[in-house]
């Protein structure tokens, strides 16, 4: 994505083979920041596996890859089943022999409101999503690029709303912090075997997720945008661009990093 003059986005930035050869999963893959990540990666090279819960928008997302020249599948996979995510992981060895790169990008937001007012079934439902299944596709992955690749890459997607107090969105907020610290242990565990790992913490970013927050607290975005030195929300694609450089051989000696891709907003 290319920005003119006023930073709006204005076309696509040319693919350069940035993942050329690699076999990719990627999580939360049906929509939003992990569906441009799915095209942008295929795009740039690699054999992309999507997951996420949801069929259809997986199938065309997919076939959408397949028109436009690229190689990807799909798996429906639950975060908040440990069976479910590792077999997703598996089915890129089976798929495609094995596993270089991985995007842990799938999570779920929670109602906004004070903490006191989060029932503990949706507690227990978010951290379920957004830390125990990065947790367990990481440990899956892990297996898998040992197994095949031998070395790799992970990336995990974290939130700025994991940097500071997090009123509005708490336990999502503590989830991503805990995904934070994950990514750096992670990234001292494996990182002698020359496995790297890192997390992207967007901003304000155009996807169904933000929309549904901004929906139960009217002006969200407006008043996010207004605290954000680039003036904007950031398209699904420019995340993902800072994940697919984080995945490349190009970001080789960054490991353990939470890289905030969030328009300056945090600065
Ligand atoms: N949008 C923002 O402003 C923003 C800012 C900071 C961080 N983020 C993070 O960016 C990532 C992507 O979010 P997004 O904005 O692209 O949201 P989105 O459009 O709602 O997409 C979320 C994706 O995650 C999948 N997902 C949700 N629950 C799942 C589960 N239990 N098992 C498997 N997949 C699941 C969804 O598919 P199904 O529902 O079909 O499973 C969907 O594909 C998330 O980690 C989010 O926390 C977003």
Redesign the pocket.
Known sequence: MLVGMNNTPITSAAASGLLTDKAAFI??????????AARLFAREGARVLL????EA??MAVTEEIRAAGGTADYVV?????PASVRAAVNRAVELYGRLDVAFN?????QPPGPMDQLSEADFD?VC???LK?PWLAMNAEIAAIRATAKRGAIVN?????SLTGNPQLPV?GAT?RAVNSLTESAAVTYGPEGIRVNAI??????????H??DERSPGTIEQ?NARTPLGR??D?DE?AQAAAWLLSDRSSYVTGTVLRVDGGMYA
């Open positions: 999580t939360g893959a049906g929509r939003g920041i992990g569906a441009a997951a996420a819960r949801t928008q997986l996979c639950d975060l908040a089943d990008n799938g999570a779920t937001g439902d379920a999503v957004n299944g997607t974290s939130s700025v709303g999502y991503k913490a967007p901003g304000t970013t155009l996807t169904e997720m933000l549904e927050w996010l929300a950031a699904p995340i």
